[in-house]
């Protein structure tokens, strides 16, 4: 196992839907971030521990008990979808026009390490396939 799967795996600690995390703190300003985009209903920021030139992270404000793409219900199709459209906002601004990645990691076997939902925004170098 790599060390980032390793790091991921220790942080993977399901938690019940509405509990707390470190985005929550993020989303309330009580950790710093360097916020990339802002609206009602979403926030961007930078990871801290990018895996390329350009590493955004997109979390719905309100959590929901939508702590991973396993557990998303029909009520949750409509930020899902604003989820995805600021992705494409952000890449937009942050310039990656020759192309980006999108990654949403769900559970301890897809390196999920924070139970709140998130969209990765990964660009700024070529890609390699398959992934992970």
């Known amino acids: 196992m790599a060390q980032s799967e390793k790091e991921a795996a220790l942080a993977a600690i399901p938690v019940d ?18 916020i990339v985009y802002e609206d009602d209903k979403v926030l961007a920021f930078r990871d801290i521990s990018p895996q390329a030139p350009t590493h955004i992270l997109v979390i719905p ?28 906002l952000v890449a ?20 999920q390490s924070v139970y709140h939902i998130h969209v990765h925004v990964i660009g700024g ?6 992934p992970g």
């Open 17 to 34: 839907g509405d509990s707390p995390t470190i985005f929550d703190k993020i989303i309330k300003k009580e950790i710093p971030s360097t």
């Open 61 to 88: 404000k309100v959590k929901d008990g939508l702590t991973g793409l396993s557990k998303a219900e029909e009520r949750h199709v409509e930020i899902l979808g604003r989820l995805l459209y600021v992705a494409k």
């Open 92 to 111: 937009k601004q942050e310039k990656l026009d020759d192309g980006y990645r999108v990654v949403i990691n769900d559970g301890k076997n897809g390196c």
């Open 125 to 130: 170098r070529q890609m390699n396939w398959p």
